[in-house]
């Protein structure tokens, strides 16, 4: 009974996040709707990154100087030319906005980027699962109840702007678990010896237009 008066007084925070465009440069969209009001406290959504999928850190620099969006990546030095079996699974930490409609409502997005997969078998894409979010909460000035919250191990400011530390905070009932699945274009192993032909032949064409050209054109002393 004790559990269930608990679980009752902590409403239920919902999460959703979404894909937007096409192609292997999308946008990722995260919506948070609390259980209770901020009360003035910093949300964010910490999003585990799986090798598939990255975020470019200089393009993530550019909109934080324009205010376009906030976040902090752990770690900070990623490999933009990995492919997705060499990459590395990173940690992704959105600072979201309060809605104008809704006192509960917070969102963020930030660009993330699609890494170039193995050739597959009798498929044309290669699927990147992304877990839902976890929604954290850092309160300087006040108090979140020790039945609903518990601190997270976290180390970052509330803000991206500013330098002192503070405890943030993540839900004991958490919401219900959700994937997204991106879908990424791959080639096909059984094209590998068609494909490995024609670029050798493209390769050896060039590379003789190369050389006539220079031989008829070149100054050779």
């Known amino acids: ?79 933009l030319e990995a492919p997705e079996y060499l990459a590395k699974a990173v940690v992704l930490l959105l600072f979201l906005e309060p809605e104008a409609r809704c006192s509960r409502c917070f969102r963020g997005a930030v660009p993330v980027h699609a890494r170039y997969h193995r050739p597959a078998r009798a498929t044309h894409q290669a699927l990147v699962a992304l877990q839902s979010p976890e929604v954290l909460l850092c309160c300087c000035h006040g108090q979140l109840s020790a039945e609903c919250w518990e601190p997270a191990e976290v180390d970052t400011p509330c803000s991206p702007d500013t330098n002192s530390s503070c405890q943030w905070h993540t839900t004991k009932h958490r919401p219900a678990y959700e994937e997204l699945m991106l879908r990424v274009p791959v080639g096909l192993r059984e094209h590998n010896s068609l494909v490995c032909a024609l670029t050798l032949l493209t390769t050896g064409l060039c590379s003789g237009l190369i050389l006539a050209a220079a031989y008829k054109y070149g100054h050779f002393s």
Request: aromatic share 6%; glycine share 6%; charged share 20%.
């Open 1 to 79: 009974c004790v559990t269930l008066d608990v679980q009752a007084a902590c409403r239920v925070t919902t999460v959703t996040q979404e894909l937007l465009k096409e192609g292997f440069h999308r946008d990722l969209l995260v919506k948070v709707e609390l259980g209770e009001d901020a009360g003035g406290c910093a949300v964010a959504a910490q999003v585990h990154l799986p090798p598939g999928i990255y975020v470019d850190p200089y393009e993530l620099a550019t909109l934080q100087q324009h205010n376009l969006t906030k976040a902090v990546l752990f770690p900070d030095a990623i490999d």
